[in-house]
């Protein structure tokens, strides 16, 4: 029987019966992939150790009817630390979720798996703040998904500084204040519903929110986070429209990301 091998993580396991598990597993070649674990469940079942959601690990496993059969596997990196925090859990699960949403069965997903390893990784360790972590994994994700913004300037008149710009979330574009202001954009209260949904995506940036919203399109994957937001209400604006930014596009919220909002007190 031909066996296959692939280096993955395990983004959602699903219990079956007493004893085993099925895991999707996202990997660079084949995307995401379903494995059923045998065993898994109980203490002394071999594969137990690799089949932890968010254990980054190689996997063999063989076809059988409508089913890929773990046959084994080997943790990399199991990411432990992850579990010793209720906020690094949430946050874990919310990228995970993201993660699956956007990739496909069978289609390669090299860079997103890239992503969500060096953004696990960060939250794992505490390397950056958590809100950096969360709006760069958002805005990457969304750009490898094919909704990559434009930000070079304001797409009216090309104005490429300003305070604020405004990041028109469903065009993927920005707006300069005096654009904005001929377009009756702002200040516009008491339209229909799509005038006043359309202002709400409308994300104000300052300009070291901006510049953080760039970098994090733009970054080379192995300095994805290496940025610093000393500002709050930048930071906040930058978390913000990250958000927006990926569920407009995605066209859903996702309970993990309410639920990880709700345990940290954050206001909506
Ligand atoms: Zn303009």
Redesign the pocket.
Known sequence: MQHTSVDGIVVRVRDMGDHDRYLSVLTAERGRITLLSKGSRSMRGQQMGVSQLYTYGNFEYYRRGDFNILKSGTPIQPFYALSTDIDRLNLAAYLCEVAIEVTDEGEPADQLLRLLLNALYAISRDLYPQAIVKGVFELRAASLSGYAPDLLG?C??G?QAGDPLYLDVMNGAL??S??LQKKGGVGRRGGDYDEIREAELLCPLTPAALAAVRYAVEAPMERLFSFELKEKEDLELFSKTAQSYLLSHLGRGFDSLNFYHAMRGDTP
Do not use: G
């Open positions: 304001c009216h008149c104005m707006l300069c005096a654009c």
